[in-house]
């Protein structure tokens, strides 16, 4: 059976997944002073850092609209299921206004299949399950069965982060100015994680670069096992030799059967910073 997959703007696509698969993709908007620019479509990555840089300010985001999704939902043919993978509903109303797109659409067109999971993640961990579905679909299962795994997988999906820098927080507001200065002077580091709920939360707060690293690279035991069967995605905030030298040395630990590596997109460059790495992986 022929099935589409979607998500948004909130998802860190490799291209090894996206040409193949065909994924949809529904942009959330970045708001500059200078205007509105819908994330990756109206502003690549390159342009995206030549903004903030010109503008030295960085966007607010907002999601898509319900029209939005309709509109993209519609564009499927009426006989193929669509699988709508959303950032987490604890980031953005993105997931609510796909839901709300979709019950548009099921009212001119009750016959149609569409799904939205609400992913609780964003960035390599949306990627992750779009690969775990692109393996089932190759598997011949059942669109009623894929949404079952994959809501299972979203429980057993674990994301962690670790910020290079704080100067996008204190920048977009996240962090007062003065205690982003002392972070600073103290070269304090963050580890974060999704909680289970969809949030993001602070887990440890480590002096040093280095130190950082190998804390954040430890911490992936504490998650899971039996490595060698599962996948680790990726996504870095614009340093690629950082992320691979990073990769490296989680795979030297945690021999993973294979790895997805991804740059991050401009709407989540907002938040993690030049330098930022994210990792997801299936726990247990």
Aim: with cysteine; aromatic share 6%.
């Amino acid at each position: 059976m022929q099935i589409q997959l979607m998500t948004d703007s909130g998802a860190d696509i490799s291209k090894r997944l996206e040409l193949p698969l065909d994924i949809k993709v529904v942009p959330l908007y970045l708001h500059f002073s200078d205007g509105e620019y819908k994330s990756n479509v109206d502003l690549d990555l390159n342009q995206y850092y030549q903004k903030v840089k010109e503008l030295k300010e960085l966007p607010s985001s907002a999601a898509p609209s319900p029209n939005d999704f309709y509109e993209s939902y519609k564009e499927v043919d009426p006989e193929t299921p669509i699988l709508m993978l959303s950032l987490s509903a604890g980031l953005s109303s993105t997931y609510e206004n796909a839901v709300a797109g979709k019950n548009m659409l099921l009212e001119e067109e009750p016959n149609r299949k569409i799904e939205v999971i609400n992913t609780k993640t964003a960035a390599c961990g949306i990627s992750l399950l779009l690969h775990e579905a692109s393996v089932k679909i190759k598997e011949g299962i059942g669109f009623e069965k894929l949404v079952a795994h994959l809501k299972e997988r979203v429980e057993q999906t674990a994301t962690l982060f670790v910020l290079k820098t704080l100067d996008n927080l204190v920048l977009g507001g996240r962090l007062d100015k003065m205690k982003g200065r002392i972070a600073k002077t103290l070269n304090i580091k963050l580890l974060m994680r999704g909680s289970e709920d969809g949030t993001i939360e602070v887990t440890e707060k480590v002096r040093g670069d280095k130190k950082s690293i190998r804390k954040f690279i430890d911490q992936i035991g504490e998650y899971t096992k039996d490595v060698e069967k599962k996948i680790i995605s990726m996504s870095h905030c614009n340093d690629e030799n950082r992320a691979k030298l990073i990769l490296s040395e989680i795979k030297k630990q945690y021999p993973f059967k294979d790895a997805i590596l991804t740059e991050m997109s401009p709407l989540l460059s907002t938040h993690g910073g030049e330098g930022a790495i994210v990792i997801s992986f299936f726990k247990g």
